[in-house]
């Protein structure tokens, strides 16, 4: 089973996310603040995927996007999601280094569709 951890403090975004993971059959590790996010990142090493809000309370997305590709130099699938849909917000997102931009609100089937491009959907079996 895939784990995603999931950084985002709006419940009712977190609600369609998780419902979401479940149906592809991931795991989500939700948390609602960037510095649970960070501390997670540093101290355990197996997740396959993130999902971050690029604004969230303490640090923000760009922050835990720099902690994986810059310091840590992981390439594992990230997916910002953002009410902020404007092009500069969406080419700023793109240039950290994440594989999908999403604007709020999620649409539980684009979501699932991008987990599943980005091979963190379901096994076959």
Do not use: W
């Amino acid at each position: 089973m895939k784990k995603i951890l999931v950084c985002e403090d709006d419940e009712i975004v977190l609600k369609v996310i998780q419902v979401a993971l479940e149906n592809e059959r991931i795991e989500g590790i939700y948390v609602k603040e960037g510095e649970t996010a960070l501390h997670l990142l540093r101290t355990q090493h197996d997740f396959d995927g993130i999902i971050t809000d690029i604004h969230m309370p303490f640090h923000n997305g760009d922050e835990i996007l720099h902690l994986v590709r810059v310091e840590q130099k992981k390439n594992i699938p990230i997916i910002m999601i953002s009410s902020d849909d404007e092009e500069e917000i969406i080419k700023l997102a793109l240039k950290l280094g994440v594989d999908a931009f999403m604007a709020k609100p999620i649409d539980p089937q684009k979501l699932a569709k991008t987990l599943r491009k980005l091979g963190l959907h379901k096994p076959d079996n």
